[in-house]
Structure formats: C-alpha cells, structure tokens
C-alpha cells in the first residue's frame, strides 16, 4: 500500500460515490489559483463533515481555519435555509478568497467569515452568546488545538459534535519528545480527552490523497 494506490482511491470514490459539481470545483480552482496551500480536505472528508452536521440536525456550525471555504462549503450546505455557519481564518487573502468561493456557491447568507486569529475571535463569540454550535471543525494552526478544544467545549451543548483534523500526521503523534509544535498539540489533545469526562471521543486513523493522517471525533455528553 501506498500514496499512489491511496490517491488512486480517492478519487474513484470522487467518481462514484462523491461526486462534485460547479461551486466545489470552482471552489478548488480558485484556491490554488491564489496560490493557497492545496491542504482542504478532500471530497469524501468533506462529505463526511456534512454528514455529520445532518447527524446533529446542525443550525449553527463553527469551523476553526477557513482556507479557501472548501470544507466550509459542505459544511454549510448541511445547514437549514436559516441555518449559519461562522469560519475564523487568520489570513486575509484566504477570507478573501474562501468569500468568493462562498459566494459562488449560493451561501453568502447563511456563512460568515470572521478574520483574525482564532484565539482572539473565540472570546468575542463567547461574549456575543454567538453559541451554542451545534457542531465545531478545529483546522487551523495545530499548536493551538488544544485552546481550541477548550473554547469548543464552551461554546457546545450537550449533544454537540466537535471534530479535529490532522491529528495522526504520518503516525508522528507516537513521538512523545517531538520539536513540532503541531505534533505536541495534538498530543495534548489527547492528554486532554484522556481525562475529559465531558465528551465521548475517539480517533480514526485516514490515507487518502493527502497521505496518512486521522480525525478525532468528540461527542459532547
Ligand atoms: N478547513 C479548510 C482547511 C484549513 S487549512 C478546508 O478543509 O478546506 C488551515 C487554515 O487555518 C489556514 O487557512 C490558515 O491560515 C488558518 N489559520 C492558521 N492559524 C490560524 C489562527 N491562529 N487563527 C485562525 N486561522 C488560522
Ligand atoms: C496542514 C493543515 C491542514 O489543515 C491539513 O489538513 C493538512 C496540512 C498544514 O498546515 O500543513
Ligand atoms: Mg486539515
């Protein structure tokens, strides 16, 4: 086994069982257009993300790290007509562009994309009571997850979701001395979870076009 049989997958799952249409496409063209970082996730993680939010009946889904809007556009087409989701990326030319994407895609009025850095926005959505979210993606910057965490569970409710990408990196998170502060947050994650009474958590291990990594997925009890 290896990336290119991986790769080879993906994408006959995209052509069968997940196929795209004009808005995710344009959505992708347009990001590496812009020279944004090709690191979205891919069509059956984004599918995976929608069905979650369908699973919890999602009105109002927080994504933590925007990029160019892709996963934000399956997530929020699993939205209700009044439904809203809110995107937090740090990065300026990226609220620009994931906008656009937005736009194109019909969902301007259900997505707001708020920039600046996360850890900043995540008080002021507190004290706006701009929660409870229904469901919460955290991919951003991956020193910070652990914040990140902690502010979702905030910002939750019971029967709330909250899903972490990039928590496996090429099995990585086995090393426990590591200089990668990606690699030490997620390892603190999981010391988090490992006592968290608060959730229901597990993680599932991926490959596919973006190689081997995993998710974690929390239910909030
Ligand atoms: N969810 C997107 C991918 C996000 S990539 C998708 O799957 O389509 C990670 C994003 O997090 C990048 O756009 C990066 O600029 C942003 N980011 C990094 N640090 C951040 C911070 N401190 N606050 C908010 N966003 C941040
Ligand atoms: C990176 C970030 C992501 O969210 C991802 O899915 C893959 C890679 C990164 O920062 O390298
Ligand atoms: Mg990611």
Redo the contacts with the bound molecule.
């Keep these: 086994m290896n990336q290119e049989q991986w790769s080879a997958v993906d994408h006959y799952i995209s052509q069968t069982v997940v196929p795209s249409d004009a808005a995710l496409e344009a959505a992708l063209e347009a990001s590496s257009k812009a020279e944004?970082?090709s690191?979205?996730?891919t069509p059956n993680?984004?599918k995976l993300l929608q069905i979650f939010a369908r699973l919890v009946n999602a009105s109002r889904i927080l994504?933590?790290?925007?990029?160019?809007?892709?996963?934000?556009i399956w997530l929020a087409r699993a939205l209700a007509k009044d439904g809203k989701l809110i995107s937090?990326?740090?990065?300026a030319k990226?609220t620009d562009v994931a906008r656009a994407n937005v736009a194109r895609a019909g969902l301007s009025g259900n997505v707001e994309i708020r920039l600046?850095?996360?850890?900043e926005?995540l008080p002021k959505l507190a004290e706006e009571r701009a929660g409870p979210f229904d469901l919460i993606?955290i991919?951003?910057?991956k020193a910070?997850i652990p914040e990140y965490f902690t502010w979702s569970l905030k910002l939750a409710r019971h029967g709330s979701v909250i899903i972490v990408?990039n928590v496996v990196r090429k099995g990585a998170v086995l090393e426990s001395n590591s200089s990668d502060v990606d690699v030490q947050g997620v390892r603190k994650l999981n010391e988090m979870l490992a006592k968290e009474k608060r959730v229901t958590a597990t993680t599932i291990q991926t490959v596919g076009s973006k190689g081997y990594d995993g998710i974690t997925i929390a239910f909030v009890n």
């Design positions: 944004l970082p690191i979205a996730v993680q984004g994504e933590i790290g925007t990029l160019g809007g892709y996963s934000t937090l990326e740090v990065n990226h600046g850095p996360a850890l926005t993606f991919d951003a910057d910070n990408d």
